[in-house]
């Protein structure tokens, strides 16, 4: 809610605007940074490539071998450049989803090992209750991970230390739910309109971008889902993400 006087409320958005810049700022010079590596490894070896076939009619098997390693170097560089776009655009949301079948038990429990390691140092334990009979979903498996990976993450973040982290998997009304439930810090309830806008972060700085669940919630838009929330301050918090799992067609469009 918007207190004071209407230029107090424009300076208000002023500022949050140059915070916005300036973490895009930061992304940019993140991404800038990490386009340059690959691209300057790959120029290195195209010049030795270039060098070694200066002025020769025929090849010996050294510089053959040394033309296949600099190729071989150059194709690992173009793939991590493409695998850096690939995560600038799931982070811009432009990704069109690939659709495929997926079991959801274990898509949620790769994810969920993915983050126990860590939960356990903190003595923050993982609970699952996943519905053995819940049908196969249509949906795009890399994008519903990330969704999952980042709520994990979240839920494990909100608790710190010592606490539980429920997973649940069910069918609900011809949807598919996974539900992410916390014993953490939980959301005043004046945050609770922000947390999916894009930059919001109670986090510390170099923690968090605050990008996490407006990713999440771009992906389970597109793919024709939900995502609903309940949360109570010193309580917890519930994110319920619901999949509609006979959707196959269309999804995205
Ligand atoms: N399970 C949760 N319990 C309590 N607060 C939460 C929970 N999940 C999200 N939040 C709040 O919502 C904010 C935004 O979450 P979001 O995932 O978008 O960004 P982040 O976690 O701060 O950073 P990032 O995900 O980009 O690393 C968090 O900073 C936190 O204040
Ligand atoms: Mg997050």
């Known amino acids: 809610m918007k207190q004071g ?5 424009l300076l208000d958005d002023r500022f949050l605007q140059a915070q916005k810049l300036a973490a895009i700022g930061e992304l940019a010079a993140g991404v800038g940074h990490e386009i340059n590596n690959p691209l300057a490894i790959i120029r290195q070896e195209a010049e030795l490539m270039r060098y070694l076939l200066r002025d020769r009619e025929y090849l010996g098997w050294e510089e053959i071998l040394s033309l296949g390693d600099s190729l071989g ?7 991590r450049a493409g695998e850096i776009i690939r995560r600038l ?20 429990e790769d994810m969920a090992r993915l ?9 923050i334990s993982l609970v699952r209750h996943y519905d053995p009979d819940l049908p196969m979903l249509f949906s795009d498996g890399p994008q519903l991970r990330q969704v999952i990976l980042n709520l994990l993450i979240n839920a494990r973040d909100a608790v710190e230390q010592d606490g539980v982290i429920t ?23 004046e945050n609770l309109d ?17 990008l996490g669940l407006s990713i999440c919630h771009g992906i389970v838009q597109r793919l ?28 995205g469009k």
Do not use: M, Y
Request: net charge negative; aromatic share 6%; charged share 25%.
């Open 5 to 9: 006087q209407p230029e107090d409320w």
């Open 115 to 123: 983050v126990e390691k860590e939960a356990q140092l903190k003595n």
């Open 194 to 210: 922000k947390i999916f806008h894009p930059f919001f972060t109670t986090k510390p700085p170099g923690q968090g971008t605050g």
């Open 89 to 108: 655009l799931d982070f811009a949301r432009k990704r069109e989803p690939v659709i495929q079948g997926l079991e959801v038990n274990k898509l949620v």
């Open 73 to 79: 170097h150059i194709i690992q560089e173009v793939d």
């Open 224 to 251: 024709g889902g939900s995502i609903a929330l309940a949360s109570q301050v010193e309580k917890g918090s519930v994110f319920t993400v619901r999949l509609p799992l006979g959707l196959r067609e269309g999804v």
């Open 167 to 189: 997973i649940t998997t069910r069918h609900q009304d011809g949807d598919a739910a996974i539900v992410i439930e916390d014993t953490g810090c939980g959301i005043p309830p």
